[in-house]
């Protein structure tokens, strides 16, 4: 069992930059694929990112491509999602999910976080 707990969301201006971080408590944090979604007010949850074990493997969504990383800490259970020059477009509930299989696709991943909202103004 993985328990994932993201935070750093917030509002934030057009351009702007802002880092998510999801923390995991359990076993083997190491071998799990990490992943970030994003779910906007009335659309479905969206891939954005993920991260496989030891980072071999990394994918992005076309739309945050240049703009968003992904990077995990493994000694301290953590994953990041640094987005820079965000758009208002990028507004929405970010979350992280832990799972077994690198995939763009939400119901390959086991775990999920609470989520945490990001909001960027024009």
């Known amino acids: 069992q993985v328990q994932l707990v993201e935070s750093g969301g917030g509002l934030v201006q057009a351009l702007g930059s802002l880092r998510l971080s999801c923390v995991a408590s359990?076993?083997?944090?190491?071998?799990?694929?990490l992943g970030w979604f994003r779910q906007a007010p009335g659309k479905e949850r969206e891939f954005v990112a993920t991260?496989?074990?030891?980072?071999?493997?990394?994918y992005y969504a076309d739309s945050v491509k240049g703009r968003f990383t992904i990077s995990r800490d493994d000694a301290k259970n953590t994953v990041y999602l640094q987005m820079n020059f965000l758009k208002p477009e990028d507004t929405a509930v970010y979350f992280c999910?832990?799972?077994?299989?690198?995939?763009?696709?939400?119901?390959?991943?086991?775990?999920w976080g609470q989520g945490t909202q990001v909001t960027v103004s024009s």
């Open positions: 991260i496989s074990w030891r980072a071999v493997s990394i």
């Open positions: 999910a832990a799972g077994s299989l690198i995939s763009n696709s939400d119901t390959k991943y086991d775990y």
């Open positions: 359990g076993r083997s944090f190491s071998s799990y694929v």
